[in-house]
């Protein structure tokens, strides 16, 4: 799976992003009427575009807990994830939560797999593990139960994702730690042989993925993370 994605165009700086909403104040420590007045609503958190990349297949499963395959109930085995995305509408007043957006998430297995594809590694046609969206509620919230992704030659640990609403979609991707990748890789089923690309060496992780490193926290067997993202949907 190295033949995965490129860079696409020129990603804006959180600074001219802001600077174009008119909410360059930022960045300096002021906050936003929505920050300020209400505390519920989610903070505006700017992030950077990334690539699609080849594996993306829009089966629209509507469900939070993606680890299974639907057709035959096979649960993919890996440390569980608990993955909550908060998202915002950007604009000049301010930020508020983005009610009925659809957060679209895929990624590969323990064993660097995807579902539903055909490459060099295997044939997963027709299978739809660890694939799956949910709706944003009245919060801006989606919440999604996975596993810790797996690794393949020439990409780093990554989750994608892919929020649409209405006519616009924002797509990027999630980056993990790499000195938690290397305890959660030493044990099955992720153990295998190889070199595993870390973030310094990834071209994707080198156009802005240090702003979409999860921040994850241990949770039963497994491990958290809230996402906040802001887009000027």
């Excluded at 699609?52 to 680890?67: A, C, H, K, M, Q």
């Excluded at 957006?101 to 590694?121: E, F, H, K, N, P």
């Excluded at 959660?184 to 870390?198: E, L, M, Q, S």
């Amino acid at each position: 799976m190295d033949a995965d994605d490129k860079p696409i165009g020129r990603i804006l700086s959180r600074r001219e992003v802001l600077a174009a909403l008119g909410l360059g104040g930022l960045l300096q420590g002021q906050r936003t009427p929505a920050q300020a007045g209400s505390p519920a609503l989610p903070a505006c958190v700017v992030r950077p575009a990334l690539t699609e990349g080849p594996y993306f297949v829009d089966v629209r499963l509507n469900r939070s807990d993606i680890r299974s395959d639907p057709s035959t109930g096979l649960v993919k085995p890996g440390v569980p994830l608990s993955l909550r995305f908060v998202v915002s509408r950007v604009s000049a007043a301010g930020c508020a939560p983005l009610p009925g957006a659809m957060v679209d998430i895929w990624q590969c297995d323990a064993q660097g797999l995807y579902s539903g594809v055909l490459d060099r590694y295997g044939d997963t046609r027709g299978e739809r593990w660890l694939r799956g969206y949910q709706l944003t509620d009245a919060q801006g919230a989606a919440q999604f139960t996975t596993i810790y992704p797996g690794w393949y030659p020439g990409r780093t640990v990554h989750i994608h994702f892919k929020i649409r609403y209405q006519n616009r979609d924002f797509t990027s991707q999630l980056f993990f730690d790499d000195a938690l990748s290397d305890r959660i890789f030493a044990n099955p089923p992720y153990a295998k042989a190889g070199t595993r690309t870390r973030n310094a060496n990834d071209a994707i992780f080198r156009n802005g993925g240090r702003q979409l490193l999860l921040n994850l926290a241990p949770e039963g067997a497994g491990y958290a993370a809230t996402f906040d993202i802001g887009l000027n949907f």
